[in-house]
């Protein structure tokens, strides 16, 4: 582009914008600049599904020095993930960034290249959008489609069904015990846990491959007990949850360090899991199929008719990222939100 990375957004205006920085990326993306985003040309029948969600401040954003690429990697991740609960192939993404003037133009870049290799990680891409000046607020609009019938909801489970956790939970929790000296491991395990964390996957692969057998899903992005209450509501159920979690073994390690169980590691929320309802009579070739993929699956639990949630044999009253309370996450001190969030 021309002129300076250094510059503000400010000082082009939304015209330059448009031609300097969002052309050169986009303009070969059919529809760029028309009123409305080119998505797919659908040619089998299929249901279409869409959802919005925005970005809140990263938790890597305060363990190390802060990069808009985390916000834009989460911000297309966050609504992919959605779209991995219904059980979608993604179509595109439409974005919205409401970003202040003084943004640099490294900074804008740095943002879109984390919302573009999110995506193109998740093998779609972004297919049109809106930028304006003002307070940070980031926001994205995620369009797929389902094969008819096959929709993946919240509700359609009954008691006696098996709770599955699809995805590997615990990455960004472990990078914060790391990054805040509560454990210690080789550099090249810390390393991995810290890019796992900062490029969380939406499980999209496998929301399609559970769409054929799950009877509920439900993507972990406030947290596996809120995820697990919010399931439960929905189909008038409860659940004991087993206790007895795996971890891939540096965050077990992490785990054994800091006194904490594997549970306690992966109720947190930030890997972008999914939780299945699945019959009993299902879980070993569910289970299967997904390792099949590449893809980490464990039963962690089943729905029962008593409405109550229990770990084991107690109570659970887990921990919660849940919007409008206490715990809803907008940023924060960092060893404080450790002690919140793991209790330590």
Request: hydrophobic share 40%.
């Amino acid at each position: 582009m021309s002129g300076s990375t250094e510059q503000r957004l400010g000082d082009l205006g939304e015209q330059r914008i448009q031609r300097e920085v969002l052309r050169p990326r986009y303009g070969g993306t059919e529809g760029f600049g028309d009123d409305s985003a080119f998505l797919a040309r659908v040619d089998t029948p299929s249901e279409l599904v869409a959802t919005t969600d925005s970005c809140p401040t990263p938790v890597v954003d305060i363990l190390r020095e802060p990069d808009l690429f985390h916000a834009g990697w989460l911000l297309a991740t966050i609504n992919l993930s959605d779209l991995a609960a219904a059980g979608a192939e993604p179509l595109g993404l439409v974005v919205n960034y409401t970003l202040p003037k003084t943004t640099t133009v490294r900074e804008f870049e740095r943002l879109l290249d984390g919302v573009d290799e999110s995506c193109a990680a998740h093998g779609t891409k972004v297919a049109g959008g809106d930028l304006r000046d003002g307070a940070v607020q980031l926001t994205a609009t995620a369009i797929g489609r389902c094969v008819p019938g096959s929709r993946l909801r919240r509700s359609g489970a009954e008691a006696g069904d098996r709770l599955m956790l699809v995805g590997s939970p615990g990455y960004l929790w472990a990078a914060a015990l790391l990054e805040t000296g509560r454990a210690k491991l080789p550099a090249p395990a810390r390393e991995e846990i810290w890019e796992r964390a900062c490029r969380p996957m939406a499980q999209l692969a496998a929301g399609q491959l559970l769409a054929g057998y799950a009877r509920a899903a439900m993507d972990v992005s406030d947290g596996l007990f809120a995820t697990v209450r919010t399931l439960c509501e929905a189909n008038e159920v409860g659940a004991t949850i087993t206790g007895e979690f795996e971890l891939d073994e540096p965050l077990a390690d992490v785990a054994r360090q800091c006194g904490l169980r594997p549970f306690d590691l992966a109720q947190t929320w930030g890997d972008w899991g999914l939780v299945a309802a699945v019959r009993a009579d299902d879980v070993q070739v569910v289970t299967k199929t997904l390792l099949g993929d590449g893809i980490a699956a464990q039963e962690i639990g089943t729905l029962t008719a008593d409405k109550q949630l229990t770990a084991g044999t107690a109570p659970w009253e887990g921990i919660a990222q849940e919007r409008f309370s206490a715990g809803s996450w907008h940023g924060g001190e960092l060893s404080t939100l450790v002690t919140e969030v793991l209790g330590i």
